[in-house]
């Protein structure tokens, strides 16, 4: 089993920074891929970063230019640097780990990122 154990979210103004980090244990797998994705009320869940186990990043084009996401491999924990934020980002932020190849997804519990305006 995989356990990811979310932190770094809060209450922020516009123009403001968060950095949420996520922490894996339990049995993993390279290669992978580290994933943040959000999901705000009434909306689907979606991709907001990525990075694999090789570095390779991802970022929706709503995001591009003002997060980043770092990983490490030591630690097995991917970061999320986010900036200028915007009330648009509000929303719960989840992490995900997907072990290649067997395509095995875990989910971390979330964490709320409100922006205000």
């Known amino acids: 089993q995989v356990q990811l154990v979310e932190s770094g979210g809060g209450l922020v103004h516009t123009g403001g920074s968060l950095r949420l980090s996520c922490a894996a244990s339990g049995i993993l797998f390279s290669p992978n891929t580290m994933a943040w994705y959000r999901q705000a009320p009434g909306k689907q869940r979606d991709l907001v970063a990525s990075?694999?186990?090789?570095?390779?990043?991802n970022y929706a084009d709503s995001v591009k230019g003002r997060f980043t996401i770092v990983g490490d491999n030591a630690k097995d924990t991917v970061y999320l640097q986010m900036n200028s934020l915007k009330p648009e980002d509000t929303a719960v932020y989840y992490c995900?780990?997907?072990?290649?190849?067997?395509?095995?997804?875990?989910w971390g519990q979330g964490t709320q990122v409100t922006v205000s305006s």
């Open positions: 990075i694999t186990s090789d570095g390779t990043t």
């Open positions: 995900n780990r997907r072990h290649w190849p067997a395509n095995v997804n875990y």
